[in-house]
């Protein structure tokens, strides 16, 4: 009896160690060890000693996450209470026959509107989408300053309209009902805001650029670490810092008042529709890496954009605010978002996370700045956009078009929604462009037919077709006149513009496009190598013969030059490789003035192409070698003076000077090397 009650209890005591050693040991040895000496591991967010026994404390999945994404049933249930849906609001039908049309009311049949709704109706006339016609519109759009839009004549109710409201503010503030339209409204309340209808924008100033506007303040990959660590908004409509020292435990104070909510600007500061920037005050965002912005007045959505320009990562409060363009845009991948119950975990928080953390958001910020923010013109084409995509939905953009560069208003779903056709994300996907090219060779007025050329480039190993654009003024000469080739060679009859060099010619099979004058002279080994080149970089434009801008001070102008062989700034497109995207951009993203414009000077086609590449990429272009006969054949010093006047033009209305310069260039291994000849794989490229 006894030996079994020994056996019993034996038994209990090794269950009992069991468990104990399965449960309870890791929680008794991370309790006894000192923080100090334990391992540190790589989090985001601080690891808390009571974690588990402190369930009130937010963990970062909750702080980034949404829980409630636009198409859960909250949307659902708050639009049909308010009657709008996209389904049951707009008349689709209207979009088949001439596509995404826009028609803009004549400021005539409204009341005289602001300076802002003017930025914005000049930006919608100035889109690829506008329309004269109102019967060949799919949408209408007013302004809020508009005066009873019942009367206009195509109103309907509010069907397949637009209202654009600038000043914060909700359904109330526009004087009347919207009915069926829609509204793109600056700092909506959540209360009457119908998720996925209406657009949420931010709030900005009268003086706001209409295009163009302040490029973006990470100029370099990294950054060094600012002074301060966060600042926030004070009670007199001004930004406090904190210090981002971590050993000094005040150094960051947040106020609160006697409820725990966070204090910001006063409530006349929050009623004012009239915003205005303190210069001393504009610097501290400059100076932090953090900018907490609480959600307790409209100027929030307008501390944002200030953050945003700054580099600051927004800390954001309140998950009730409808963020900017929040339909498209993840914010989780640019600012801190938590609840206001968490207030007191933001210091350490902030202080934990890895510095390349940090920096993944602060370029963040950077990218959704320059994207979607700097200027009336990108959010009011953000907004149409974003209703495109909603009209079209089968062909609308994924989520990483909009939350990668160089963004949804740069990735054309005309072109294609399948990522592996754009020239920018091969890294993203762990892939590259394909191993072929298309030859497109310009014939001008005064050319010869590129005998020799098109031999030489048909030699490439990489080249898959070759087309000649005729625009001369003779007659095409004969097919048995044109040289016998390895490749298909193909003669299109062009309009004798030189924009049509950069048509989107359904005839081109291949992802990069060599672009060629009659008269340029490459080699087969120029050829070869610079496509090599090319594959590393499809996004940019890899070429021979460069020229380089600059600011004339005596003149207060851009000038444009050859004489600075060490820097350059635009690789002439006479012999360049770049991805056929661009001539789909150049042709449905450019607007006509600047194509015409390009018909009409001489050698501006050149420099139009380098400034949409580099208003895309943000980067310089690539030179490669070349021999002198290619050098001396490319000189257009005639055409100097109509040069400047288009750098000039092209720059007014890009609304800032996008090219970039670099003292970079490309070169064989062993090029020019005193070693054997039959070492160097591009050997032909030294003989002249």
């Known amino acids: 009896m006894q030996s079994r009650r020994r056996k019993y209890l034996w038994l209990i005591l090794s269950a009992s160690w069991l468990l104990l050693v399965l449960f309870g040991a890791p929680r008794l040895q991370q309790l006894a060890i000192p923080p100090g000496l334990r391992p540190k591991t790589l989090t985001h967010w601080p690891r808390w000693l009571d974690q588990e026994l402190l369930p009130s404390f937010v963990g970062p999945e909750e702080l980034t996450k949404d829980p409630c994404p636009p198409s859960c049933s909250t949307h659902q249930w ?25 028609f803009v009311y004549p400021v005539g049949l409204t009341q005289p509107i602001s300076e802002v709704h003017h930025k914005v109706l000049a930006s919608i006339e100035g889109s690829p989408y506008h329309t004269a016609n109102p019967e060949e519109a799919c949408l209408f759009v007013l302004t809020g300053d508009a005066l009873g839009p019942q009367l206009l004549p195509l109103w309907n109710g509010g069907q397949n309209h637009l209202i654009f409201h600038i000043h914060s503010g909700s359904w109330p503030d526009l004087g009347f009902d919207p009915g069926q339209a829609m509204v793109a409204i600056a700092s909506p309340t959540p209360e009457t805001f119908r998720l996925g209808f209406d657009v949420s924008l931010p709030l900005f100033p009268q003086s706001y650029p209409q295009r163009g506007g302040s490029r973006s303040q990470l100029a370099h990959l990294t950054p060094p670490p600012r002074e301060d660590l966060l600042a926030f908004e004070g009670q007199l409509d001004m930004w406090v810092t ?28 929050c009623e004012q529709d009239h915003i205005t920037e303190q210069s001393e005050d504009q610097k501290r965002p400059y100076n932090s890496t953090f900018c907490f912005i609480p959600r307790n007045c409209h100027l929030g959505s307008f501390r944002l954009l200030q953050a945003l320009k700054a580099g600051c990562i927004p800390v954001l409060l309140n998950r009730g605010w409808q963020l900017p363009f929040s339909e498209v845009i993840d914010w989780g991948t640019a600012a801190i978002i938590i609840d206001e119950r968490h207030l007191l975990q933001i210091k350490s928080a902030l202080q934990r996370l890895t510095p390349a953390r940090v920096l993944a958001l602060r370029q963040q910020t950077q990218f959704l700045w320059d994207a979607y923010f ?23 953009r994924p989520w990483l078009l909009w939350n990668a560069p160089p963004g949804g208003l740069l990735a054309l779903p005309t072109f294609s929604t399948h990522l592996g056709d754009f020239p920018f994300y091969y890294l993203q996907r762990g892939s590259r462009p394909s191993g072929r090219f298309s030859a497109l060779i310009w014939v001008g007025s005064l050319d010869q037919p590129p005998l020799k050329l098109i031999q030489e480039v048909s030699g490439s190993q990489h080249c898959a077709q070759i087309l000649v654009l005729w625009s001369n003024d003779s007659p095409t000469p004969a097919q048995e006149k044109w040289p016998q080739t390895t490749v298909p060679l193909t003669v299109i009859e062009g309009r004798k513009k030189k924009s049509d060099r950069f048509f989107p010619y359904s005839t081109i099979s291949t992802d990069a496009i060599l672009s060629l004058d009659a008269h340029s002279s ?68 450019l ?59 092209f720059a007014s209305w890009f609304g800032r000077m996008p090219l970039v310069h670099s003292q970079l260039r490309l070169d064989p291994v062993l090029f020019k090397d005193q070693v054997s000849v039959l070492r160097k794989k591009y050997r032909h490229l030294e003989r002249l």
Not at 78 to 93: A, K, P, V, Y
Not at 374 to 395: C, P, Q, Y
Not at 629 to 643: D, F, I, R, V
């Open 522 to 589: 490459l080699s087969t080994s120029e050829v070869d190598f610079a496509f090599v080149v090319w594959q590393s970089f499809p996004e940019r434009i890899v070429g021979f013969q460069t020229r380089s801008h600059f600011w004339d001070e005596t003149k207060g102008s851009w000038g444009y030059t050859d004489q600075r062989p060490n820097e350059f700034s635009v690789v002439l497109t006479a012999a360049a490789f770049y991805h056929r995207y661009y001539h789909n951009l150049f042709t449905h993203f």
């Open 591 to 649: 607007p006509a003035p600047l194509r015409d414009l390009v018909d009409e000077l001489l050698a501006c086609e050149d420099i139009l192409m380098n400034f949409l590449v580099a208003e895309v990429t943000k980067l310089p272009p690539i030179k490669v070698p070349q021999r002198k006969q290619l050098q001396e054949s490319l000189q257009h010093p005639s055409a100097e003076q109509q040069s400047n006047n288009c750098i000039n033009k």
């Open 78 to 102: 708050r639009n049909q209470q308010f009657g709008c849906l996209m389904e049951t609001c707009f008349d689709t039908s209207r979009c088949q026959s001439h596509g995404f049309k826009v």
């Open 374 to 396: 700097s200027s009336v013109e990108k959010i009011v084409h953000t907004t149409l956009e974003i209703i495109r995509d909603r009209v079209f939905r089968a062909a609308s």
């Open 242 to 269: 904190g210090s981002s020292n971590q050993r000094d435990q005040n150094a960051i104070s947040i106020p609160s008042d006697r409820h725990g909510e966070t204090k910001g600007h006063r409530d006349s500061q």
